[in-house]
Each structure stands twice: as structure tokens, then as C-alpha cells.
């Protein structure tokens, strides 16, 4: 079965992009948390941003799946597309990881403590 190049590479990318969002964008709303009740948008972030990631391990996952699974034998164009599967599978696995090491220092840490 083909699957779409297009798919594959959201696969892959998803992950890297969604943790490099969440670190961004913690950084620039860390100032304006110290309010009260704003501390929940940096928790909105992370929620946000692990279920792209976690999209895209779905993503990756079916598209896997769809090109018959296992590990790719040979250089073919089918197990290419079952290597770009099993890739973004692998590292949307390892940036969900991220994502919720990113989270921690969030959810213990005061963001206006000097």
C-alpha cells in the first residue's frame, strides 16, 4: 500500500516541532505568569504540545502499520516509507519524553521565584 510523502514527513517532524514550541513559547509567557491564575496557560502549552506529539506518534504509527511493519531489508521505495514510519514512530516515542521533561520544572518550580 502507498502511503502519502507528505504524511510521513508530519510524522516525523511533529514531535521535534512541538517541543521546540513548547520551549519557546514557556520561555516568552514565563514573565507574565507571576499573576494569579496565569500559571495555567504554561500547563495549557505543555497539554497542547504533548498531544501534537502524541498525534504524531499515532500518525507514525498507522503509517508503519500500513506499509506491513517490521524492520526495512532493503532500499526499496516501500521500505523506505516503512523506515520513515518506524522512524517518526521512534522519535515522537523519545519527544513525548522531552515534552514531559520540559513540563516538570513547570510543574514544580514557581515561575516568580528569584
Not at 514531535?15 to 491564575?37: K, Q
Not at 497542547?48 to 526499496?76: I, K, Q, Y
Not at 516501500?78 to 520540559?102: C, H, K, Q, Y
Amino acid at each position: 500500500m502507498a502511503v502519502s510523502t507528505r504524511g510521513l514527513w508530519t510524522g516525523i517532524l511533529i514531535g521535534p516541532v512541538a517541543a521546540m514550541f513548547n520551549l519557546a513559547l514557556n520561555y516568552v509567557i514565563a514573565d507574565t505568569t507571576c499573576t494569579p491564575g496565569a500559571r495555567s496557560l504554561m500547563h495549557v502549552v505543555a497539554l497542547g504540545c504533548l498531544a501534537l506529539t502524541g498525534g504524531g506518534f499515532v500518525l507514525s504509527w498507522e503509517l508503519w502499520r500500513s506499509t506491513g511493519g517490521g524492520w526495512p531489508s532493503d532500499g526499496s521505495e516501500p521500505d523506505r516509507s516503512r523506515f520513515m514510519g518506524l522512524w517518526g514512530t521512534l522519535a515522537n516515542l523519545l519527544f513525548i519524553f522531552v515534552v514531559i521533561a520540559e513540563w516538570i520544572p513547570v510543574l514544580v518550580l514557581q515561575p516568580c521565584q528569584k
